[in-house]
């Protein structure tokens, strides 16, 4: 299966090397995906209602104009940017409905952590939008800049320091609310890495 991805703001080449090597390295046997920079018109974050929606704006743009020979598209964002205006039109599919569609299929209640709240309240409107608000205990806010994506131990650190608040919220898993980001195991509730797991139910129904 061939996947061609967009990222959902725009990345130097050392990120999108980095996010690169990331995905070769997530992905099962069988799936082989190339990832694509939005370009330097998309913004470099997102920090803002209004970048969301401008992010989301491009990708749509950037996977209708994704060249022949690819099984599947792919934003590079756990927010589904354009997923759900493109279904019908494209093969595409979403990091966030596939992870979490895991999480409601295995009868587990999850949270999501996310670097901001714009991010935070886009991620818990998409799975009201899904109708999966009720499997849901909602999202808690890492306060990080967009340097942190990167920078696999500060996110650890901050997604360490929200676990007991989201266990109690009732969360039997955590979303990790960014698609770049590493996670590494750990003792406890479980925090799943929505991209590779999103890859692993992508190989199984290939």
Not at 29 to 43: C, F, S, T, V
Not at 46 to 74: I, W
Request: hydrophobic residues 45%; charged residues 25%; glycine residues 10%.
């Amino acid at each position: 299966m061939r996947i061609h991805a967009v990222t959902p703001i725009h990345v130097d080449a050392g990120e999108l090397a980095r996010r690169q090597e990331r995905y070769d390295a997530l992905c099962p046997p069988g799936l082989h995906l190339e990832l694509h920079d939005i370009g330097p018109d998309a913004p470099r974050a997102l920090d803002t209602a209004e970048e969301v929606r401008e992010s989301e704006r491009l990708v749509v743009d950037a996977l209708r104009a994704a060249p022949p020979g690819y099984d599947v598209l792919l934003p590079d964002c756990v927010l589904d940017p354009g997923v759900s205006l493109l279904q019908g039109e494209l093969p595409v599919v979403g990091i966030l409905r596939l992870s979490m569609g895991w999480q409601v299929l295995t009868g587990r209640r999850a949270g999501a952590v996310a670097r901001n709240k714009a991010i935070a309240d886009e991620l818990a409107g998409k799975v009201a939008e899904y109708g999966w608000s009720g499997q849901f205990t909602g999202v808690r806010v890492l306060d990080l800049d967009v340097d942190a994506i990167a920078d696999a131990q500060r996110w650890d650190d901050a997604v360490g320091g929200a676990l007991a608040a989201l266990e109690g919220d009732g969360a039997a898993a955590v979303i990790n609310g960014c698609s770049a980001v590493a996670v590494p195991e750990r003792p406890g509730l479980p925090v799943v890495d929505p991209t590779a797991l999103a890859l692993r139910v992508l190989a199984a129904g290939a």
